[in-house]
């Protein structure tokens, strides 16, 4: 890398790390080195917005942003990855990244004019002129990465194979990239945040997941919701609970849904 681009990847990362409105999402790791720095918790869905030296082009099957979410959703560190199913992808795209760091690296100028104000002898009509601009390049860096982080990469995989599909779409919406990324992949069911108790009955009855007893525990039902990427993706193990809940309250249970001991 040279010292510029070095430079903004650093202030992207700090930024998007930041980002405190997380939509339906439990965490976010922004730019992990490897799969180590993904943790493997079953907490809820986690977002990983990949480094901006891994790209993707839309809808292509293979990328470099492809392969670090490959390797990440395989491994977390030592071993094998075992929530496979409570991970969501998120990278640049390369036409866009130039121009973001650019943006970004303007932005880092003029905070860097604005806080060596002193030694610079800056007169106030000076401090006031690099504030602005400072103010200005902040909200022109906010747009590019709204503009720029536009890949989101959903593994999903059928049952009874092996190999990982990557569902591809975008952010919509308003709010912060977590938020538009949940809003969006809450409009096409690939992120859950609510569930009925008839669709959780489908569930174990389509696998199946039902022990030879016809039953299963609640934590051995989120285990699979947690590591089974041809499960439905429920954002944290609050919706399955509440789907639970729903289904028993079902005056009809016996014949819709189920019941809970």
Not at 46 to 68: C, E, F, K, M, Y
Not at 224 to 249: D, E, T, W
Request: aromatic share 6%; net charge negative.
């Amino acid at each position: 890398w040279s010292s510029d681009v070095c430079s903004s990847d650093l202030e992207l990362r700090r930024r998007i790390q930041g980002i405190k409105e997380l939509g339906a999402f439990s965490a976010l790791h922004a730019f992990p080195d490897g799969p180590g720095d993904v943790t493997d918790d079953d907490d809820g869905v986690h977002l990983v917005v990949l480094s901006p030296l891994a790209t993707h082009i839309a809808n292509q099957d293979s990328s470099d942003a492809i392969t670090a979410a490959e390797a990440i959703l395989a491994q977390r560190g030592a071993g094998p990855r075992v929530n496979r199913n409570l991970l969501i992808f998120c990278a640049t795209g390369e036409a866009r990244l130039a121009e973001l760091r650019t943006g970004v690296r303007q932005h880092l100028a003029w905070k860097s004019i604005v806080d060596e104000r002193e030694e610079l002898n800056l007169t106030p009509n000076d401090l006031k002129q690099a504030t602005t601009k400072l103010n200005e390049t902040n909200e022109t860096a906010v747009q590019r990465i709204s503009e720029a982080f536009q890949h989101v990469l959903v593994p999903h995989q059928e049952p009874g194979h092996r190999e990982i599909i990557w569902q591809q779409t975008k952010p919509s919406g308003n709010g912060s990239l977590a938020e538009r990324i949940t809003k969006k992949l809450e409009g096409e069911e690939r992120l859950i945040p609510t569930y009925g108790g008839a669709r959780v009955l489908m569930d174990l009855d389509r696998i199946p997941l039902w022990t030879d007893r016809r039953d299963i525990t609640v934590a051995d039902f989120w285990k699979a919701y947690s590591q089974f990427p041809y499960l439905p993706r429920l954002a944290n193990i609050g919706v399955l609970k509440a789907a639970i809940s729903n289904g028993v309250s079902n005056m009809d249970w016996a014949a819709q849904t189920f019941a809970y001991a």
